[in-house]
């Protein structure tokens, strides 16, 4: 059995200072793990995109998690999640 795939796009900016050492996770609700992630610094005034795949097994309940220290940052209305079923 192949197993799916879930996709995050994020697209955020930091207006007011630069960001750093922010970490963008796929948490896996079901197994109460990390699944993906992503560790990044945000330059202020810039538009930065996050991707982060995840294979995920059936019927696994996920979220995407921000961690950082004093975050201060806008997420685009233009960031998405998207599945693909491989079966």
């Known amino acids: 059995m192949q197993q799916s795939r879930c996709s995050v796009y994020i697209h955020c ?3 007011q200072k630069t960001q750093k050492d922010v ?10 793990i990390s699944g993906s992630s992503k560790k990044i610094t945000l330059p202020k005034g ?3 995109s996050v991707l982060i795949h995840y294979r995920v097994e ?3 309940e996920l979220s995407v998690r921000i961690f950082g220290h004093d975050l ?3 997420i685009e209305e233009s960031s ?3 599945g ?3 079966n």
Do not use: C
């Not at 970490?23 to 109460?32: P, Y």
């Open 23 to 32: 970490i963008f996770e796929i948490f896996s609700r079901t197994k109460s």
């Open 80 to 82: 998405r999640v998207e």
């Open 84 to 86: 693909k079923n491989q």
């Open 46 to 48: 810039e538009l930065i």
């Open 13 to 15: 900016r930091a207006s």
């Open 58 to 60: 059936k019927n696994e």
């Open 72 to 74: 201060d940052f806008e």
